[in-house]
């Protein structure tokens, strides 16, 4: 019974010099200034571990931007050990007792065994400095960030780290906490005390504070510069409202007695008038301050001279006006160019935001996906290239180039092994074995341009690789296969080729799965715009010049203009006129246009027949139905079929 008792009696007393401990360090880290903060933490760190037995205690420091580098700023370690680097990158040495610090979870273990498995490396480091046993508090004040740690440590024994033991300990920390956290702010609002008087002696501005209820001023030297009081003559809201012009001097009063009725910001101009009877321009800005009385009795501001700024403000002003009227007279005369490079309108160098441009963009990136035959139609210069180029990047085989054949550009001698490659010795003059281009595209692209004027004895050949994906080098017997997406383009209306027998029909149709127009520069004149900025750009910047401008007329001009070489002669054109400008606005004269190159007017029946043709490739021939030309045109089925059959239409459609 007596051991029983001297048990407890031992257990109290521990109990009674923790908690006097407690209340000591409490007391003493109060109103502790922040010079004596070092060494108060350091005796208070030895008085623990001699309290409670402890071999090591540490506490670390880091900054928001680096988290990971911690700074050993205090530590009592009476049994000594391996240095410790500081700063300590916690990624190399404590990881994971890092990240979970960060997030706010304290972490104890009695061994070092008990460490999870994604620990490994905190265990090299525990073992490595010698601690056995370890509790760690995160440190923050108010639920704010996180900005330390404190760690308990035995390196001698196992310790069982009980409730009671860790609530004793979590409130030292947080006394801890509570002082560094003070300390911080006081070190945060001297930094920004000292910087805020830098720039306001930078900027030569003058800090005053104004007592309301007494009427007088606490002023910088700046200050008293600006309103050329004496050094040792004592600043009150009377003195200072004499100084100000007769005229200004209500307006000053007033904005004083608003902003501390109101509570809110005032901001004014006014004048002084100085020893020497001059004027002075002086604004000032101030807010109302709560001094500690629980109201707002404090007026805080800052006063600048801005005599200069409004002596020339007036200069200004009338520079200003004329500039206006410049601007205005050059506006009506020029259309300004944007500079740079960052058009919105721009799609893989398919410039325009006409719906026409968007309905090309529309089926393009519809049948981008698919490896489905594309037949591109339009009139030269119209940019067929280009929508092949924009189809292929969106395709599944963008990850290699899309090869390029011009139909036209070849001899019909040669078309043959450019496309289907050749053995050596297959003709005269083949010296060596060659790929050809559908080789060559295999798992990639391969565009066909000017396919209209493609030899019709290959197009029989060109069918069978399109159907079959097969072919053989000429002069070989060894059939080849390929995987090949084909994309055509031709400045020819292929239907009535086929009519005229100049193309087979089944290649036709193998090849207009989904046909795209391209529509002609003079049917998207609103373009015309966007593609003089994006050229003229282009060009100034290859040749060193800078085009501003473009006079009104000549942009008219070139809306008005037929373009029967489209965007190629337009490119061409530009390209001419920013070689001859001289300066920094677009000089230029429109080529001539030739009696062969205007579009003719077609008679109204043409015209009708032309609509109707349209809608039909726009519904792949399709006539009655969801989605059929009689529905597009807005029309009865019979009465399509009947203006068809007057036209001529049905016979060639069927």
């Known amino acids: 019974m007596n051991e029983e008792a001297e048990t407890l009696q031992a257990d109290l007393e521990e109990r009674l010099r923790f ?7 409490s007391a003493q880290f ?18 623990v571990c001699d309290c409670l037995g402890l071999d090591l205690i540490a506490l670390w420091q880091w900054s928001p931007d680096s988290p990971h580098l911690l700074i050993m700023t205090h530590l009592y370690r009476p049994l000594g050990g391996p240095p410790v680097p500081s700063p300590m990158d916690a990624r190399e040495f404590f990881p994971w007792i890092q990240a979970q610090i960060l997030a706010n979870r304290e972490i104890s273990f009695e061994s070092i065994d008990h460490l999870p498995p994604e620990a490994a490396r905190d265990k090299e480091a525990f073992r490595h400095f ?4 370890n509790l760690v508090f995160p440190l923050s004040v108010s639920a704010g960030a996180v900005f330390g740690a404190l760690s308990f440590n035995d390196m001698q024994r196992e310790r069982i780290w009980s409730a009671r033991l860790k609530e004793r300990l979590r409130l030292i920390a947080q006394v801890f906490a509570n002082a560094l956290a003070h300390r911080r702010a006081e070190k945060l609002l001297q930094e920004q ?15 005053w504070i104004l007592e309301v209820s007494s009427g007088r001023f606490w002023v910088t030297e700046k200050a008293r510069e600006l309103f050329e009081f004496p050094p040792e003559q004592d600043v009150t809201l009377d003195r200072v409202l004499e100084t100000v012009h007769p005229e200004d001097r209500e307006t000053v009063r007033r904005a004083v007695d608003t902003a501390m009725r109101e509570q809110r910001e005032i901001s004014i101009e006014y004048r002084i008038v100085r020893p020497n009877g001059g004027t002075r ?13 629980g109201a707002s009795d404090r007026l805080m501001g800052i006063s600048l001279n801005v005599t200069e700024r409004k002596a020339g403000q007036l200069a200004l002003e009338q520079a200003y006006q004329e500039i206006r009227q410049l601007k205005e007279r050059l506006e009506k005369e020029n259309i300004y160019l944007r500079q740079g490079d960052d058009f919105h309108y721009v799609k893989s160098g398919i410039i325009g935001q006409s719906e026409a441009v ?17 037949l591109l139609q339009g009139e030269t210069g119209t940019g067929k290239e280009l929508v092949a180029e924009f189809i292929h990047q969106r395709s599944p085989r963008h990850a290699r180039l899309m090869v390029q054949v011009n139909c036209s550009a070849l001899p019909a001698t040669l078309i043959e092994s450019e496309l289907f490659g050749r053995e050596k010795g297959a003709f005269t003059g083949a010296l060596t074995r060659q790929a050809g281009r559908f080789e060559i595209a295999d798992g990639s692209t391969l565009f066909l341009d000017e396919i209209g004027d493609l030899p019709l004895d290959l197009q029989a050949k060109l069918l069978r690789v399109l159907q079959e994906g097969r072919f053989e080098r000429l002069g070989s017997s060894r059939t080849l296969t390929v995987n090949v997406r084909v994309i055509t383009a031709t400045n020819r209306d292929l239907a009535e080729e086929v009519r005229r027998g100049h193309f087979r029909q089944d290649l036709f149709y193998r090849l ?3 046909p795209i127009h391209l529509p002609p520069l003079r049917e998207r004149a609103e373009d015309i715009p966007l593609l003089v900025q994006s050229f003229v750009h282009e060009f100034a910047g290859r040749l060193g010049r800078k085009i501003r401008t473009v006079p009104r007329r000549t942009m008219e001009a070139l809306q008005r203009y037929p373009w029967p070489g489209n965007i190629r002669e337009l490119r061409n054109v530009l390209e001419r006129a920013v070689i001859v400008s001289a300066g920094d606005t677009l000089q230029m004269d429109l080529p001539a246009v030739a009696p062969g ?14 609509h109707i043709r349209a809608a039909l490739e726009r519904t792949g021939g399709r006539i009655k139905g969801p989605g059929g030309a009689a529905e597009l045109l807005g029309m009865n089925p019979s009465t399509l079929y009947s203006r068809m059959k007057k036209l001529g239409l049905l016979r060639r459609t069927s």
């Open 19 to 25: 908690e006097t401990l407690l209340s000591d360090l």
């Open 30 to 47: 109060v109103h502790l200034p922040g010079t004596q903060l070092d060494g108060e933490i350091e005796a208070a760190m030895r008085r």
């Open 130 to 133: 010698g601690i056995r046993t």
């Open 193 to 207: 005390e000292e910087r805020l008087q830098l720039a306001a002696d930078s900027a030569g501005a003058g800090l």
């Open 281 to 293: 321009w002086i604004s000032s800005r101030g807010r109302p301050r709560d001094g500690g009385s």
């Open 358 to 374: 968007r309905r090309v963009l529309q089926q393009a990136e519809q049948v981008a996906p698919t490896d489905s035959s594309v």
């Open 512 to 514: 207009n799965v989904f």
């Open 597 to 610: 190159q205007v579009p003719s007017v077609s008679t109204l029946a043409e015209a009708e027949a032309d």
